[in-house]
């Protein structure tokens, strides 16, 4: 919703009043005025936004083509993700407060899902 205020509030300023106006060139020429203002990440997000709105108007015919189809959005790479790495001595506290066996009623039962998560999260760790 945002990126399509932002989009319609930008032909505002430009005299584009209608949707059967917007070219391929004003959707490139939007998307290049807002890698001035936002990150690559929400460049992409507003263009691709863009581009499902005009899909939609085209499948409703309310429009003939999508002019942000041919419009390339700019490369964003990410080289180093941001998860953070659990330390071994955090592990082991997350490890040790899962159950591995029943509540006192029942316990000389294991807690299978318990076992369970301990496994996947010890796996993971």
Known sequence: ??????????????????????????????????QAEVSPPTVKQHLAALRMLLDW????????????????GPKYVVKKGKTPVLAADEART???????????AEADRPDLVGLRDRA?????A
């Open 1 to 34: 919703m945002n990126a399509t205020r932002r989009f319609a509030a930008w032909c505002a300023q430009r005299n584009l009043d209608e949707l059967s106006g917007v070219q391929p060139f004003h959707v490139a020429a939007f998307i290049k005025d807002l």
């Open 57 to 72: 108007l085209v499948t409703g015919h309310v429009i003939d083509v999508n002019p942000a189809h041919a419009v390339r």
């Open 94 to 104: 997350l490890l040790d407060s899962i159950p591995i066996v029943k509540a006192a």
């Open 120 to 124: 996947l999260i010890g796996l993971m």
